[in-house]
């Protein structure tokens, strides 16, 4: 049976999965990496993070190596990388990486601030869909240029980073490109006008390849890096979340998705480039040809979990499981979280804002134990996808698609459940929460043409089953939406 290997670099670590044409996961082995992190002295709330991509490939290599394993099979048709968005690699004259950044490598604050003055915020947010450039690689590229003697030679993404350390071709594609603050998602090309206004030099962007292109052939070094033949087909993929939106089938205009992971974007497919007249919600290509996204985004849900999780239930293996269990067991409604999940606001970058947790006051017999603690978490996270799926309906309009609902947080039947409660309707949940990888396989089954297009290749391999709210739960869950949503706007006006 034909498969795809897929490489996977997220904002917590590595991960590689093995797919069949069925869309069915057959394999995946993950490992979290750790950041170079150093507080800047200049600006103190500002963290640098950075990668050493020796270290980083290493992992790759590992993960793939054990899926494979695991998957026992000898078919692999193409290999394909995704990642999280906004990290890059920037390379120098001979081809060696000389800075890689995750998503979190706040450096270049100072020269965000340059860019919304040089540019203007609007014209900025016309360009590329995004504003507040503050973490994405165009800063990074120009504090680079101006605290660093070596030469920079060219700007990867990611997963870009991925397909030249996997076959030394240097190509990017429209989806993660978006997220460099140097594209114009609308032409879905590289911006003229930002490359002459901030002197990036054309030559250090990458040729732009259509998602689900064959643009390579494994290296005999990467081979073995892998587990895989020599000369293995190397294609393009994308940015994670709009392979999760690929991957729980969102195809068409008017489709809705919540990849529910480290952060959880909520998006909707749309047929030409939209924009938020509060220039707030981000705009972006899909991994379609001619179609794109706009997002709001309910910030740290899984990051905020696992925090917790560890705290109150402990970090071992069975944390998860017990957790849940835990949670279960609570009363619905009767805490309130605001650690983690939040209404998108690019507009204010707030590092004063507080975080709480509200339970009725805890005399001797009320005591909240971590049941309870978890529990306000995950109806946190529900609330918080409403409150960001509101934000895009008042400008796309109401939505007739059922929201789709994927990524690694909808393994918890718990917090499904409770999103199709606070929600009101039905949801569509993705059979593997491994979305994003089917998404990329996608992508390759119809780029190898097993599939005669990519909306084939997601109608053949992207299956959900229908998840209703409980009648018994609405009553509870609209009034603890309710509540959460006005004690969030009384906390977002405050500071700590």
Not at 99 to 124: T, V
Not at 201 to 216: F, Q, R, T, W, Y
Not at 245 to 260: E, F, M, N, S
Request: glycine letters at 10%; hydrophobic letters at 40%.
């Amino acid at each position: 049976m034909p498969v795809v290997l897929v490489l996977d670099a997220g904002t917590g670590g590595a991960k590689c999965s093995v797919v069949d044409h069925s869309g069915a996961v057959r394999a995946t082995a993950a490992e979290r990496w750790e950041y170079e992190v150093v507080a800047n002295a200049l600006v103190p709330m500002v963290r640098e993070y950075a990668f050493d991509p020796d270290r980083f490939w290493q992992t790759i290599g590992r993960c793939a190596r054990r899926a494979l394993s695991q998957a026992a099979t000898e078919e692999v048709v193409g290999v394909v990388t995704t990642s999280q968005r906004e990290g890059c690699v920037f390379l120098d004259d001979a081809g060696k990486e000389v800075y890689a950044g995750p998503n979190l490598d706040s450096r270049a604050f100072m020269e965000g601030l340059r860019i919304l003055e040089e540019l203007g915020a609007s014209r900025l947010y016309q360009i590329t869909g995004h504003t507040a450039p503050f973490i994405f690689p165009l800063a990074r590229y120009l504090w680079f240029r101006a605290n660093d003697e070596r030469p920079l030679s060219k700007l990867l993404m990611i997963n870009d980073w991925m397909i030249y350390r996997a076959c030394g071709e240097i190509v990017s594609e429209p989806s993660n490109a978006t997220e460099s603050m140097i594209f114009d998602f609308r032409e879905r090309q590289w911006s003229e006008e930002v490359c002459r206004l901030f002197e990036v030099d054309p030559a250090a962007l990458a040729p732009i390849h259509p998602n689900g292109s064959v643009v390579g052939a494994l290296s005999p070094t990467a081979a073995v890096d892998l587990g895989l033949p020599e000369g293995t087909p190397i294609y393009t993929g994308g940015a994670d979340t709009q392979c999760g939106l690929l991957g729980v089938g969102a195809t068409t205009p008017g489709d809705v998705a919540v990849t529910l992971g480290t952060t959880s974007p909520v998006q909707c497919v749309v047929a030409e480039p939209c924009l938020d007249p509060a220039e707030n919600l981000w705009a972006g290509c899909h991994v379609l040809p001619a179609s794109w996204v706009l997002e709001s985004n309910a910030g740290s849900t899984g990051d905020a979990y696992e925090w917790l999780v560890g705290l109150t239930i402990g970090t071992d293996e069975g944390r998860h499981e017990r957790a849940l269990t835990a949670a279960q067991a609570a009363a619905p409604f009767e805490g309130f979280s605001y650690i983690g999940p939040r209404i998108f606001d690019i507009n204010k970058t707030r590092p004063d804002l507080p975080g709480a947790l509200f339970f009725p006051f805890p005399a001797l017999q009320l005591r909240p134990g971590p049941g309870e603690l978890v529990r306000s978490l995950i109806e946190s996270v529900a609330c918080a996808v409403r409150a960001n799926l509101e934000q895009l309906e008042r400008v796309v309009g109401s939505f007739d698609a059922t929201l789709a609902v994927g990524g690694g947080m909808s393994r918890s039947p718990l917090l499904v459940q409770t999103v199709a409660d606070v929600l009101g309707r039905p949801i569509r949940l993705a059979d593997t929460a491994e979305s994003t990888a089917v998404g990329c396989a996608a992508l390759t089954f119809a780029g190898s043409s097993f599939y005669a297009g990519v909306a084939e290749a997601a109608g053949a391999m992207c299956r959900s089953t229908e998840i209703t709210p409980d009648p018994e739960s609405r009553e509870a869950a609209e009034a603890g939406y309710a509540k959460w949503r006005g004690v969030y706007d009384v906390l977002d006006g405050m500071s700590i």
